[in-house]
């Protein structure tokens, strides 16, 4: 009964993530954050500093119901192989803290750009840039936390591959996608010139696979749930 429970919190719980994750990915940074223009983020960010606010408590909202996720999937996978279902919670986690730390620039570029009394030592320009710096930062350990979530992703796919709890092509296919996330920031990360040569999709073509898989195993848990394993 427990097991079963902790089926439809995760099928919820992948659904809210991606809903809070989104929001803040696509509605928020993506308008607010010019990649290679100081003036013009400071500009969008202050003239909707509610806005921006708003995409950081849904980060935190994301990071925090993601680790109440990874619990539920414990919970579901830990009869297959406890010691490779703890090694996916802790990775998991690691990936929850990471990125919950690394939203605090959020709040220090908001400091720069307000431009408080001991920051008057600083040009406007100056201060531009170094919050620039800061929302660059952050981007960088989203994708040292994207390492972390796509090899505790991978491990869990595999549990369910090998409990056939759900359908195998569509645990093969979270293996696959868990991997793309993975492999692709450990690339820019050796070769920096990948990133400017994949063009302004790349951050879509290596986050598809995964968003795919998730929305897929999120309604499949929350409809249908898990079904008893048959002899291989």
């Not at 099928?11 to 809903?19: D, P, R």
């Not at 803040?24 to 010019?34: D, G, K, P, Q, T």
């Not at 450990?186 to 790349?202: C, I, N």
Request: with cysteine; proline share 5%.
């Amino acid at each position: 009964m427990t097991q079963r429970r902790a089926v439809k919190v995760a099928g919820v719980l992948y659904l809210v993530t991606l809903a809070t994750a989104s929001f803040s990915e696509f509605h928020v940074r993506a308008r607010l954050i010019a990649p290679h223009d100081a003036a013009q983020t400071a500009a969008r960010i202050m003239s909707a500093e509610g806005l921006f606010r708003l995409g950081a408590v849904s980060d935190l909202i994301t990071f925090a119901t993601d680790a109440g996720l990874v619990v539920a999937l414990y919970l579901v996978l830990n009869p297959v192989n406890r010691g490779l279902a703890l090694l996916a919670a802790f990775w998991r986690l690691t990936e929850c803290s990471i990125l919950a730390t690394i939203t605090l620039n959020d709040f220090v570029a908001l400091r720069f750009f307000h431009g408080a009394g001991y920051l008057q030592a600083f040009q406007p320009q100056q201060l531009q840039a170094l919050a620039q710096l800061f929302l660059a930062v952050e981007a960088d350990g989203y994708r040292i936390g994207g390492v972390f979530f796509g090899l505790g992703s991978t491990v869990f796919a595999y549990l369910w591959f090998k409990s056939r709890y759900i359908p195998r092509i569509l645990a093969a296919w979270g293996i696959f996608a868990s991997l793309v996330p993975v492999v692709v920031p450990m690339s820019y990360m050796l070769f920096p010139r990948l990133e400017t040569a994949w063009g302004p999709l790349r951050r879509a073509r290596s986050g598809g696979p995964i968003v795919i898989f998730e929305i897929a195993l999120g309604l499949w848990l929350l409809l249908r749930g898990i079904r008893t394993p048959i002899d291989p």
